[in-house]
């Protein structure tokens, strides 16, 4: 039993503010609304950028502060959580470098609608509103794109909404560790595992379900052989039954 509580997650080690000046190019040159511009004028946008790190477990920012800056990670992992009406914290995602987070007036929310928490050492790229804003200005296939990832947004919450009405907790639960091992997914000697902390809290929380049912769902996903489980860790040992289960084909 003592192998089963041993958690195979790693943990990250990752120095504050190891933000070198390629790797700030690469990440801002990769972001969906820069990416067709030139290097030379990635390099200028680049100035418009602050670097921050931040120590596991800090806050960036909490649901509801004003939003007035646009983050991207460029090391290290950021928590989003959400606060409900129970009063708990849920996890809503895990983002990785590259991935942007926060948000501005310009992308339509006055105040930040999650929680961000860096999970690890973050480095961090952080843009303010009047900075984009002059960005915008300057480059109008940039502006496009950016209505263009709000609609996105948009539409990645509809279809959430739709997820946690249509579907089973079982699928939700499917779908939700598919997505994480998509993204966080390294292969062991346990299965497919999503390499971050992850606790029944964490799934009923990201799934609308109750921490008692999503341990129940877990379980039975374990004895069905389709994921190794353990405290704090989830690995996937059959990706294609565990796709059939999300998307609806022999669910129990």
Not at 6 to 18: F, L
Not at 80 to 101: C, K, N, S, W, Y
Not at 160 to 189: C, F, N, W
Not at 208 to 216: I, K, L, P
Request: proline share 6%; glycine share 6%.
């Amino acid at each position: 039993m003592s192998e089963r509580r041993r958690s195979p997650v790693e943990p990250e080690s990752i120095e504050p503010h190891m933000c070198s000046l390629d790797l700030r190019l690469d990440i801002i040159g990769k972001l969906p609304f820069f990416e067709d511009l030139p290097p030379a004028e990635i390099e200028r946008i680049n100035q418009s950028f602050r670097e921050i790190g931040y120590q596991p477990g800090e806050t960036i920012f909490f649901t509801g502060d004003p939003a007035v800056r646009l983050y991207v990670v460029a090391s290290g992992k950021v928590k989003l959580m959400r606060h409900t009406f129970a009063g708990q914290d849920i996890l809503v995602d895990i983002l990785t470098p590259g991935e942007p987070f926060g948000s501005l007036s310009t992308l339509g929310d006055e105040t930040y609608p999650n929680t961000a928490q860096a999970q690890t050492m973050v480095c961090a790229l952080a843009i303010n509103a009047e900075d984009f804003r002059r960005i915008l200005a300057t480059y109008p296939t940039v502006a496009l794109k950016v209505l263009d990832m709000t609609s996105a947004r948009l539409n990645e919450a509809q279809e959430m909404v739709r997820r946690l009405s249509a579907h089973s907790v079982e699928q939700r639960i499917a779908y939700t560790l598919l997505k994480l091992a998509e993204k966080l997914g390294e292969p062991q000697d346990v299965g497919l595992l999503i390499q971050m902390p992850l606790s029944r809290e964490d799934l009923a929380g990201m799934t609308g379900t109750t921490t008692a049912t999503a341990s129940r769902v877990i379980s039975q996903l374990q004895r069905d052989g389709l994921i190794n489980s353990g405290r704090q860790w989830v690995a996937i040992t059959d990706v294609e039954a565990l796709r059939e289960i999300a998307e609806g084909v022999g669910a129990h």
